[in-house]
Each structure stands twice: as C-alpha cells, then as structure tokens.
Nanobody, 114 residues
Framework: VQLQASGGGLVQPGGSLRLSCKAS????????VGWGRQAPGKQRELVATIRADGSTNYVDSVKGRFTIFRDNVRRTVALQMNSLEPEDTAVYYC?????????WGRGTQVTVSS
C-alpha cells in the first residue's frame, strides 16, 4: 500500500487548506481511511477518519472546522480544514487501515502563522 499526500503549506490564522491523499495497492473502498498529525514535541494524533460506509469521526479539537471526504473511484481521501488555528500546525499524515495493519503515508507540513 502506498499513500501520497499533498496540499500542505503556510496559511494565516482563520484561513483554509485542503489536503489530499491518493492510495494505491489496496481495495480502498473497503478500508477505513483518515488523517493524523504530529506537532513538534508531541505524539501523533488521529484527527479524522472515514469508514467504508461513509461514517466519520473527528477529534474534538477539529470538530466543526475540518471535514473528511473520500472518493472511492479516484481512491483519494481529502481533509478540508477551515478556521485554521496556530495549534493546528503539524505534519499531517494520511492513514489506511488494512486487514492486518495500519499504513501511514509520508507527511505534508501545515503551518498556521501570521
């Protein structure tokens, strides 16, 4: 399984970014996929997930600001991030839950700063 993320960058507080991740090497439509992030000096946390049935989960700190989408035809998972805060600064990683292990892609840096 390979996961290729894109879309990170520098944005001012209150701004928006959209991350995208393309998966290969798995059935995808049957997998739970999601996004995690790791800020400097902190452990990686799972930010948002979307299951095969389309149901979603979010960490409390991003509820109402972030939305996760999946496109099973294009084999992509996207994270729309609005009302970004400096605390959202982190390396963001896409995730795919396989039958016997979880896969993580290379991260993309998101920096929220004025």
């Amino acid at each position: 399984v390979q996961l290729q993320a894109s879309g990170g960058g520098l944005v001012q507080p209150g701004g928006s970014l959209r991350l995208s991740c393309k998966a290969s090497g798995s059935i995808f439509r049957l997998n739970t996929v999601g996004w995690g992030r790791q800020a400097p000096g902190k452990q990686r946390e799972l930010v948002a997930t979307i299951r095969a049935d389309g149901s979603t989960n979010y960490v409390d700190s991003v509820k109402g600001r972030f939305t996760i989408f999946r496109d099973n035809v294009r084999r992509t998972v996207a994270l729309q991030m609005n009302s970004l805060e400096p605390e959202d600064t982190a390396v963001y990683y896409c995730q795919l839950v396989g039958s016997d292990r979880t896969f993580w892609g290379r991260g993309t840096q998101v920096t929220v700063s004025s």
